[in-house]
C-alpha cells in the first residue's frame, strides 16, 4: 500500500512539472510570435464574430433603477478620467484604437464610466468587461443581507450578468463596452491569442491576496509598456490588495502610487480605510511578454 502510495505521488508529481513544462513552452512560442507581429485592432466581432449580445436583450426585464450598482466614489472619477485621457492619447499617437481591460466587473460602474470617458473625448477604443458574473466570495458570504452585494439568484445561479448588460445598455455605452463572461485566466489566454496589448488594465476581482497577485501576475504581460495597471480598495481593510500591489512595484522595481492618503506605507494595517485606487505605470523598455 506504501509503495502503491509512493508511486502515486511521484507521478502526480512528474505530470505537474510537465504541464508546467508544456505552458512555459507555449507561452515563450506566443511571446516570440507576437515580438515580430503584433495584434492588430480587436474589436467586438474578433471575439464574438456575427453575434451581437445586446441585440434584442430585455433590458427593462433585468434593470434594477432603485439598486445601487456603480461603487465608484465621485472623488475617484477624476482618476479614471486621467487614466483614461493617458491611455487613449498614446493610442492616437500611435494611430490604433484605445484599449482597455477591465477584471472584476460586478455590474458594470467602472465599465460604463471609462466607456463614457472615452465616448466624452472622441476616442477611437472599447472597454472589455471580463468576470464569470457569478460574485467573488464576498458577494456569496453577504450577498444574502446586503443589498448591494445581491447575486439575484435563479434556479440557483447569480443573474448579475444580465444586470449589467441591462446597465450598460440604459447608460447607453453598449457600443464601447465589449462582455466578456469568462473566468480571468481564460480571457487571457485569448488576448494573448490575439497579440493584444493593453493601454490600461483595471484589476477589482477577488480582493483577498491570493486572487489579487493571480490576476497580476495573469494581466502583467499583457499591458502595454507605457500602459496603467490600475487598482481598487487600496486599503487597511482589503489587506490583500495593499500587499499584492507592493510586491509588484517591489518585484519590478517601479513606484506604486494611491489616492489614499496614508500613502504606500508598508504595513496595511497602518493604511487608512475606505475606498482607494492604486495604480502603477509600466517602463517603456519593458519587454512585450505575451
Known amino acids: 500500500f506504501l509503495v502503491s502510495m509512493f508511486w502515486h505521488v511521484i507521478c502526480a508529481a512528474a505530470a505537474m512539472t510537465t504541464a508546467k513544462s508544456n505552458y512555459d513552452r507555449y507561452a515563450e512560442r506566443k511571446m516570440d510570435r507576437c515580438l515580430h507581429r503584433p495584434g492588430a ?3 467586438r466581432q474578433t471575439l464574438f464574430g456575427e453575434h451581437d ?19 465608484v466614489q ?63 466570495v464576498e458577494m456569496w458570504l453577504r450577498g444574502s443581507i446586503d443589498k448591494e452585494r445581491d447575486l439575484h439568484f435563479q434556479n440557483g445561479h447569480p443573474t448579475v ?54 490576476d497580476i501576475e495573469t494581466w502583467w504581460g499583457l499591458l502595454r509598456p507605457g500602459g496603467i495597471l490600475l487598482g481598487d480598495d487600496y486599503s487597511s481593510n482589503w489587506p490583500g490588495v495593499v500587499l499584492a500591489a507592493q510586491e509588484l512595484a517591489a518585484q519590478e522595481g517601479i513606484a506604486l502610487h494611491t489616492s489614499n492618503p496614508s500613502g504606500t506605507v508598508p504595513s496595511p494595517a497602518q493604511i487608512r480605510c475606505g475606498w482607494y485606487k492604486w495604480w502603477v505605470r509600466k517602463p517603456t523598455g519593458a519587454a512585450k511578454s505575451q
Open 41 to 43: 485592432n480587436i474589436t
Open 53 to 71: 449580445p445586446y441585440k434584442d436583450f430585455n433590458v427593462k426585464r433585468w434593470s434594477r433603477p432603485g439598486e445601487p450598482w456603480s461603487w
Open 74 to 136: 465621485p472623488a475617484m472619477k477624476p482618476l479614471y478620467e486621467a487614466a483614461v485621457r493617458n491611455a487613449s492619447a498614446r493610442a492616437r499617437n500611435e494611430g490604433r484604437n484605445t484599449l482597455i481591460i477591465e477584471v472584476g466587473v460586478w455590474k458594470g460602474g467602472s465599465s460604463v464610466l471609462m466607456a463614457q470617458y472615452l465616448q466624452k473625448m472622441k476616442m477611437a477604443g472599447t472597454v472589455w468587461s471580463v468576470d464569470t458574473y457569478e460574485g467573488a
Open 161 to 214: 450578468y444580465w444586470q449589467f448588460l441591462a446597465n450598460v445598455m440604459r447608460e447607453n455605452v453598449h457600443e464601447v463596452v465589449v462582455p466578456f463572461p469568462a473566468d480571468s485566466i481564460t480571457a487571457s489566454l485569448w488576448f494573448r491569442a490575439k497579440c493584444a496589448q493593453a493601454d490600461l488594465i483595471h484589476i477589482d476581482a477577488g480582493h483577498e491576496y491570493e486572487a489579487v497577485k493571480s
